[in-house]
Every structure is written in C-alpha cells, then in structure tokens.
C-alpha cells in the first residue's frame, strides 16, 4: 500500500534486485568520481605550477648540499670535531684532497661559490688554488697557506664549515642580516651589508601606502560607476578595463616620460612658471615615482571589487535613513560605508599582495631607494645566483603576507570579503 512503511524484515531493493542502501552508496560514489575527474585537471595545475615550485623552494631554503657532495673529506673533519676547533694537519690533508678530486671532477667551482655565500670573494681563491694543488707537497698545513695566506684565516675555515652542512637554517639568518662569527654565534653582519631588513620594512611601507592611496581613489569612481545609468557606466568600465589591454611595460615606460627630469610633467609646470628650470621636481628612481606607476597599475584591482559591491546595494537605505533625519555624513558613515567594507577589504587584501611581490615596475622605475624585496630575490636568482638566499627572502616574505592574512581573518573575516 502507498505511503505504509515496510514490514519488518523485508529489505527494500531498486528495479535490478539490488538493496536500495548499497544503491544509494553506489551512486555516491559515482557522484564523487565525477566530480574529482572535473576538479582534476585544475588540481594537476595548482600542484605542477603552485605546490611543487613552493615546496622546492621551501626545501631549497634549508637545503645546499653543493659542498658536501664534492668536498666529503674536510666534511667529514668538519663532522669529527667541534666548532672552533684549529685545523690541524689532517685538516689540511683532507682539503688538499679534496680540491684536488673537485678540480679534476670540474666541481671547484661550484664549491667555491657555495663558500662565496658565507665570505665574499673566495670564489677566486678556489678556483686558483684548485690549478695549483696537485703540485703542492706534505705538510698542507704549510703548503696550502703558501699559495695563498687566505687559507688559514678562520674566518674562511668557519665559513667552509657553515657551507659543509647540507641542511642548515643560515640563509634565513642571512635573510635577516645576521651571519655566524668564528665561534658558530649568530651575530648581526656590518651595518654596510644590513640591507634586508631595511628591503623588507621599504616594502611593506609602500605597501601599505600603495593600497590607501588606491582605496581614496577607487572609492569615488567605483561610487560613480555603482550610480550611473547602466548605459553610462558601461562606457567609463570600458576606461577602466583599459590599462589590462595595455602591455604592462609600455604602462611603465609611459610613466618614464612622463615623470622623468625632463618629462611631461616637469616640462608643462617649468612651462607655466611653477617651477624653474633647474628646480625640476624629482619623481624618478625614487620611491615616488614607484608608487605613482604602482598606484596606476594596481587601482583597477580596488574598483572592481568595490563596484560589484555598491552596485549590489539599495538605494532605500539610505533614502530611509535620511528620511528618519541622518545627514548625509551620517548616512554615509553608518549605513553606505558599513555595506562597502567587503568590497573594500578585497581591493586592499588584492593590492597589497600583488604590491609586496611586484617586481618589474619598481625594477624600472624604482632607482636604488624605489627597490623592493622582490628585486632583490630576482637579483639572487638571475645575476648571484645564490638561489638558496633567494628562496629563504622568498619564504620571509610569504610567511609575512600569510600572517598579515590571518589578521585580517581574525580582524575583518575573510567570510565578509566579497570579490564580484
């Protein structure tokens, strides 16, 4: 009958003869399968071009084993005895040997750079020293500081010793301007080679500055834009969209012209009587002039999330507001503002990461006091090529966005962020 419940006992089944609840399950499972095999391709993306790069770099950070696999004796020495130790001449023995084999496998370079990463300079030494050796005699302890004096400075044995480690935690003390002195302490490097830190706080400085000035200029045209006629705001969306269709280097080169010494800019207020000739406003190479081409690439990121939130919102709030004697600071203060916030908090949350990670606009505009960190990481990887620095400066700067992210998590929430 209709509507009645089974008897106990007898068990429901579909068409087939199979039990309803193993069908059910059955088709669960299938659900899943193909929903994974839809998810699947942009998975395979995400780990072949996001997760595996970034855990390569994480483990490169901590991970150099240039110097022990080609200079395994003096390691070896290096393992046996404490830091600090004198090298005595088994010591010399084992890296005599040892320069000996890395120069006949071709490797003397390669250990020689790993070592210019804790002392500059000793790249050369290396090399050199790797033509010469297989002529030199017992005792090493004599003939190695022979050729040349560098070889008994402690300060070279503790960095051979630093760059013997296969893991190690020095490039993030390198990160944060700290190096290791001859007795293994972690001290603070030369204030004329303290640079990261300083690199570090320049970047989140402007930033920060960057993402304010984009929030006070996108504000008012996303308004604009929310309030229009469709037909109007279609027409200015399309001067928005504009700088995606333009290449980002002719964006940036354009800015060259303009704000250079004898730009457009300059020209026009010399022109006018503004300023003199030799009284030129300088607003390249410079931090300025970073975050006037920064602020031009990056606003569209602050009007786009803002408009798709205002335009979502209803004008009888604010009517009914006025109407029960709010002014209009009033309104906007404590009705339009409020509704705003999650389109404002993704416009900053969006300029400031691609702010901190920018590299080509500061690169060509910056000048030595417009530079970010990521110049400096890119310097590492293309012309130093200490890429383990590289990869530590990188890990710093992604640890400070993930923690300034989980603020905003805890301050704002990132559930109230609204993107379109």
């Not at 039990?19 to 942009?42: D, E, I």
């Not at 005792?139 to 400075?153: H, R």
């Not at 308004?223 to 269709?245: C, E, Y």
């Not at 006037?292 to 939130?309: D, E, G, R």
Request: aromatic residues 10%; proline residues 6%; hydrophobic residues 50%.
């Amino acid at each position: 009958m209709t509507g009645t419940a089974p008897e106990p006992g007898i068990q429901l089944t579909t068409a087939d003869g199979m039990p309803l609840k193993q069908a059910l399950g059955h088709a669960r499972r299938r659900g899943r399968r193909r929903a994974f095999l839809l998810v699947a391709p942009l998975l395979l993306f995400v780990l072949v071009s996001f997760v595996f790069p970034m855990g390569q770099m994480l483990l490169r950070s901590i991970h150099n084993p240039s110097f022990p696999d080609n200079m395994p004796q003096i390691t070896a020495w290096f393992k046996a005895n404490d830091t600090g130790t004198v090298p005595d001449e088994a010591a010399f023995a084992a890296l005599a040997e040892d320069l000996r084999g890395s120069a006949a496998e071709r490797t003397i370079g390669i250990v020689g750079t790993r070592v210019n990463y804790e002392m500059a300079g000793t790249r050369s030494l290396f090399t050199s020293t790797g033509r010469k050796v297989s002529k030199l005699e017992p005792p090493f302890a004599e003939s190695l500081p022979a050729t040349d004096k560098k070889w008994g400075n402690p300060e070279l044995w503790a960095a051979m010793r630093t760059a013997s480690a296969r893991f190690s935690p020095d490039f993030y003390v390198a990160a944060v301007d700290r190096t290791r002195d001859n007795d293994g302490s972690i001290v603070r490097v030369a204030p004329d080679r303290r640079i990261y830190l300083k690199l570090f706080g320049r970047t989140f400085v402007i930033s920060v500055a960057i993402t304010l000035i984009c929030l006070m200029l996108g504000f008012p045209v996303a308004h604009l834009l929310a309030t229009l006629p469709m037909k109007q705001s279609n027409l200015l969306m399309i001067l928005v969209l504009l700088p995606f269709w333009t290449s980002l280097l002719v964006r940036t080169t354009a800015w060259i012209a303009i704000l250079q010494g004898q730009g457009v800019i300059n020209s026009a207020l010399v022109g006018l009587g503004v300023i003199s000739e030799t009284g030129r406003l300088e607003m390249m190479y410079n931090s300025t002039g970073t975050i006037i081409a920064m602020v031009h690439i990056l606003l569209p990121f602050v009007i786009l999330p803002l408009y798709s939130v205002m335009r979502s919102i209803n004008p009888s709030y604010a009517r009914a507001a006025r109407s029960l004697g709010g002014t209009s600071w009033t309104t906007f203060r404590r009705i339009y503002l409020p509704l705003t916030l999650p389109g404002m908090g993704a416009g900053a949350i969006l300029v400031f990461i691609l702010a901190v990670g920018y590299y080509i606009t500061p690169a060509l505009v910056g000048g030595a006091s417009g530079q970010l960190i990521s110049n400096m990481i890119a310097f590492h990887m293309q012309n130093s090529l200490n890429w383990s620095l590289a990869a530590a400066l990188a890990a710093l700067l992604l640890g400070a966005v993930l923690l300034l992210y989980w603020l905003y998590d805890k301050l704002v929430g990132i559930d109230n962020m609204k993107l379109g």
